[in-house]
């Protein structure tokens, strides 16, 4: 970890230590308030001596706390430290995405160096997307291109499968292998609104096309959950401005994406406006309602700044998503996942793969507002849960597949 991200990791821990101080007294108040209402006018003079040490313990928490944070900061480079950024390790680079899934947004707005970037990723870093470095990234480029977007808190390195020999048997590698197409991983930060990643991922897009090493001739984008409506919103994007790179997409393949939205994620939402109703509880509402923005846009499936803007998320519970048509010169696929041995069985429909159902996956709405996915080139299988869809034999067999008529 390298010295301002060390610097910010302190912050972030004097920020949290704050903000735990605030929900104490934030609860604490509330609770006296309703006591001290009870009494009258009678405990009027006690409940401003109260309010007065409250206030001075919990501002003297909160200066504590971020002073014991700062300091320990100081003193990290006395106990050693890597030289690298934390993301070049993979352990650091899955908790940098965790802690952008939960606030990547507040992160970014704050400029932190903690905040994730979307980049191609290889070898632990970030590659420019010029013609230098992507030379240097992909030596062997070949004129296809296989762009895989991950999921909520994941990483590049989710698509990764390490067999027992140590040699990885994920997607990228067969995808290389058995259909000449060139993998290459994209991170980003899953705290933001989908439409904004969806935008940034269109014009990385542009970049990577307009300065691969040999002409790109096709691409085709495979995302992981929340991944599949990053690549939606870009592609809606990509196909309205008519960007360079659109023509080449000859298929997009959907792992596990809830185009209809994430039940847990409604559930949090639900939650937070429950507890948003009382004093007592209103402190908490940020710990359930899903602290990011992108956590958030997967209730109901947003790929669009229209259908979140103007939406405060602790009060308006109303689905908002619109129609948004799918890229009309690439070929869409679906595949989906239950725990059941069965995916048609009825307790399949409701599980699903645990954190979506087959419906959203393949985005058939009761009310008839479907996505028009094709039928056909829909997949549906059983005894798996949402995590398999990241490298699963039985999935690449599914996504080969699908691919094969395009290659």
Known sequence: MIADERQATARLGGQAFSG?????????????????????????????????????????LRVGGSAAAMAAAELAPLVGSATRPAGATRRGNQILAGLNALAGDALDRQANPLAIRM????????VAPTPAALAAAFPAATSRLAVFVHGLAETEESWVRPAADGIDRGYGVSIQQELGYTPVYVRYNT??????NGRSLADLLDAIVGGWPTRAERVVLI???????????????????????????????YLGTPHLGAPLARAAGRA???????????PFTPLVNGSSAGIQDLRFGYV??????????NECQRNHRRHVPLMDTANHAVISVTVTADPHSPVGAVVGDLLVQPASAHGRDRRGRHIAFPVETGRRLGGLNHFDLLGNPLVWAEIQELLKPAA
């Open 20 to 60: 735990l101080a605030s929900l104490i007294e934030g609860v604490h108040r509330a609770v006296a308030g309703r006591a001290f209402r009870a009494t009258g006018s009678v405990g009027g003079p006690v409940q401003v001596i109260h309010d007065a040490v409250a206030s001075t313990v919990y501002s003297g």
């Open 119 to 126: 980049a191609v990723r290889c070898a632990g870093d970030d």
């Open 191 to 196: 705290g933001l609104h989908i439409s904004d």
């Open 223 to 253: 995302g992981h959950s929340m991944g599949g409506l990053v690549i939606r919103s870009a592609c809606h994007l990509g196909a309205t401005d008519r960007r360079a790179w659109t023509p080449l997409v000859s298929e997009v393949v």
């Open 272 to 282: 937070g406006w429950a507890f948003n109703r009382l004093p007592e509880t209103r």
């Open 304 to 313: 669009l700044e229209e259908e979140w803007s103007g939406c405060d998320p």
